[in-house]
């Protein structure tokens, strides 16, 4: 994701400390929510600029001047907040709680019923800690968040394994593990409650989640009592679970701080994208047969490659931004009047500063593709706001 340039006055965050300090129910007053109400609408762009800092921290009823230290320190408290239970987003691991085995410090996100959405204003919240870590990774602004290994493996798409779990929860997988060594793997004639008597009386297809709240693993899993016959199933359906308790919230983090695409963009070039933030110039308008042709070229027969070339043709760069709101500058297409010899025979001319492509009124869709092609194979260094660098045909208009 390209970073943008300093745009001047940096934008001033509003920070009450007193209401901070009043503890509620859905975390409304904490520091992390007044950034997020603030912040979370702008972040795509705002996090990606080339100052130092991203905005200047004012705190209410306080005299202080942001020469960096209320900033540090409103990211501080921000990650305070994250990690505590002033926020539903995040829990302290099961380990945390019963004060036993490793990392007991570290915190997981919230456990969510498999069969209910998650409420949208949380999603959003997700989406805004991943655009923090985004932030952190280009600014170098460390966030002192305590998560454990298993979540950052999720981040980064790395299989996560019983280990991991365990990790966080030591009894995750003891009851399990207990019941298969005792099962017996040959003999199918021994009643499973005689076998299973010792660890526990009544066992249903159900699991207790990190949070304490317990869920059904399959419709109706309260009715469903284990059996010999779906031992098995039981098992399978358990693991499944816990190592896929937080795949909702880790990707609604990794949104906003999928790390291939904070760094380099998306892979390919999202012609609806480009043409949802295209306006257009006198003669044209987006009904208009030429402008039919260019998107048909454009999305239909030029190859990848030929997109990228393309974008860096009109614009510099070979990649688009990932969302409609990530757009600070529009793309332009005008018409382009040709005095000197036919429209046919003339090429594009791109104003790359701009993000302007001023287009003849070729006479088909076979014209439009030769005409672009050449332009973008031949003639990535000439635009209309610069020179002309071993100009291959001397059909192209440029304006200086």
Known sequence: MTELPSQGDMIAINFDTVRASIKDDHGLNTMFNQAYEQLYDKAQVLFRRQDERLWKAQYLGMHSTDAGGPYRDSITCICSDICSERLPLFILCPNGRTNSGS?????????????????????????????????????????????????????????????????????????????????????QSIDLDDVLSSILDELRFEVVSSNGSTFDLVPNGQEIPVTIANFKEYCASYRNYRLNEFHRQIEFIRQASELEEAVCGKGEIDVELLKRNTNYGSPYSQDAPCIQRFWIVLGSLFTEEQKKLFLKFVWGRCTLPNRDEDFTTRFIINGFDITNGSVDGALPRSHTCSFVLDLPEYSSTDVMYDRLNYAITYCSSIDGDGNMNEMPDSAILIDD
């Open 103 to 187: 990392n007991c410090d570290r915190w997981i996100p919230n456990v969510y019923s498999p069969d209910k959405l998650i409420p949208n204003r949380t999603k959003n919240q997700y989406r805004f800690v991943g655009q923090l870590m985004g932030m952190a990774i280009r600014k170098k602004n460390y966030l002192d968040l305590k998560f454990p290994m298993l979540l950052w493996k999720q981040l980064v798409r790395e299989q996560i394994t019983s280990e991991d779990i365990e990790a966080i929860d030591i009894q995750s997988f003891t009851l399990i593990n207990e019941m298969e060594k005792t099962m017996p793997e040959n003999d």
